[in-house]
């Protein structure tokens, strides 16, 4: 079994039944010295690389994944009662694919993300105001995507699927790249 194709199949079923931002995860990165943090990020793609998300690389996950490239995703779709759970290695992807996916998000979107100085303290709101009128006031045209915006990759080594079971005796399936094939084991829940 493609673990791959198993979870296109679940996120076409999340697309039909999640309410709300069906493509969101939570991304898990840490330090060097493995200190962990996480928050929550969209899916924009999924291919023979792996899971597609953009960012601000001068944001801490940006800075984390610049010093450890290795991260962890985990989708919780409640009302399916479903999780998955992938691990593996971060790579950037090329700047011609951040280019193209930055100019499709709204003006708005794109004014936003040249504005914020993701992570970094802000001494107001308005502060943070003042800049997205600048920014609109310099671009009244097509925004520029700034090279601190980047897509990134997730190459899968494990990825495990969970599905929620009675009296808590969850199903779980984990599989595990070997090489260019994957090996499933089924885990006690």
């Not at 499709?104 to 100085?117: E, L």
Request: with cysteine.
């Amino acid at each position: 079994m493609d673990p791959i194709a198993l979870f296109r199949a679940w996120m076409i079923d999340a697309e039909a039944k999640e309410p709300n931002d069906p493509n969101a995860l939570a991304l898990a990165t840490a330090t060097a010295d493995g200190a962990p943090s996480v928050r929550m990020v969209l899916l924009k793609s999924l291919d023979e690389r792996g899971f597609a998300f953009y960012t601000n690389a001068e944001s801490r996950k940006g800075a984390e994944l610049a010093e450890n490239p290795r991260a962890a995703m985990c989708f919780h779709w409640k009302s399916l009662r479903r999780q998955v759970r992938i691990e593996g290695l971060v790579s950037e992807l090329p700047d011609a694919e951040a280019d193209a996916y930055f100019h499709s998000r709204s003006r708005g979107s794109q004014i936003g993300a040249v504005a914020s100085r993701q992570s970094r303290p802000l001494s107001s709101r308005e502060a943070l105001e003042e800049r997205v009128q600048v920014i609109e006031e310099r671009y009244p045209d097509a925004v520029p995507r700034p090279q601190f915006w980047r897509g990134y990759v997730l190459w899968p080594e494990r990825i495990e699927f969970w599905v929620n079971g009675a009296e808590r005796l969850h199903d779980r399936f984990l599989f595990l790249r070997a090489d260019s094939a994957w090996v499933k084991e089924q885990l006690y829940p």
